[in-house]
């Protein structure tokens, strides 16, 4: 086998185990915890390894054609940056449990009937206070709920900051295995893609594991408060943990 093949095979393979690391399954999985369907939630994974591919390809690429080293003391912030990235995605979900998961969208938006499917907008009457007066509101579709609720394209986005965060902060070992191991810039270049392409399948199959699980969950009404707090807690700590062991 040539070198070269064999260097795309070595790093398309620990592309995949890296996409297995700690921090990496613990922000992803604090991220699909909000999703009750299963596409979406696998879809998380390949976000994230967009963001990821993103910011390793062009940090790396830059280290890499000048010849560059990241400093340890720079190598530290990125990872205690990724630590509180994680605490940070924590309390947003313990947020999201003490708020209730469903209290986002009002009440009064969502009626008990419909339209023959058609999202109107008009009144009727309700009761507050001991009186009874009309608010308009809208039968939205399943599409504007989700904009109501903060996920679709906001999930996604959520997504790809973390993996921007996590491949920042594996820039410096990375490239330092690349320069190590190839001659040249152009197959160090080919290594960090590969590289990069085999972390975010790796992602992408990992997400798609734990979204089924979790989307059954959540069906349950009374297990998306309790899915939420474990998620929110279990990112904290990891999160405070993760950042004791790098100071």
């Not at 394209?153 to 690349?178: D, E, I, K, P, S």
Request: glycine content about 12%; hydrophobic content about 55%.
């Amino acid at each position: 086998m040539s070198p070269i093949l064999s260097a795309g095979l070595l790093g398309f393979v620990l592309g995949l185990q890296h996409a297995t690391d700690g921090d990496h399954l613990v922000a992803v999985a604090t991220i699909v915890s909000r999703e009750r369907r299963f596409t979406a939630g696998a879809l998380v994974g390949a976000f994230w390894g967009l963001g990821h591919m993103l910011t390793l390809g062009l940090a790396g690429v830059i280290l890499i054609a000048f010849g560059l080293r990241v400093p340890p003391r720079l190598e530290t912030g990125l990872e205690l940056a990724v630590a509180a990235m994680l605490v940070a995605l924590g309390v947003l979900r313990l947020r999201d449990a003490a708020r209730g998961v469903d209290a986002v969208a009002p009440e009064h938006l969502v009626a008990e009937h419909d339209h023959d499917g058609a999202e109107v907008v008009h009144s009727h009457p309700h009761a507050h206070d001991g009186g009874v007066h009309g608010h308009p509101h809208v039968h939205p579709s399943r599409r504007l709920l989700d904009a109501l609720r903060g996920n679709g394209g906001a999930v996604g986005l959520r997504a790809v900051l973390v993996g921007c965060v996590h491949g920042m902060a594996g820039t410096a070992a990375v490239t330092l295995l690349v320069l190590a191991t190839l001659p040249t810039t152009a197959a160090a270049i080919a290594y960090l893609a590969v590289f990069g392409l085999g972390t975010l399948t790796g992602m992408t199959a990992l997400t798609a594991v734990m979204a089924y699980p979790v989307t059954l969950a959540l069906r349950v009404r009374r297990a998306r408060r309790l899915v939420a707090i474990a998620a929110g807690c279990a990112s904290i700590v990891f999160g405070l943990v993760y950042a004791l062991r790098l100071v």
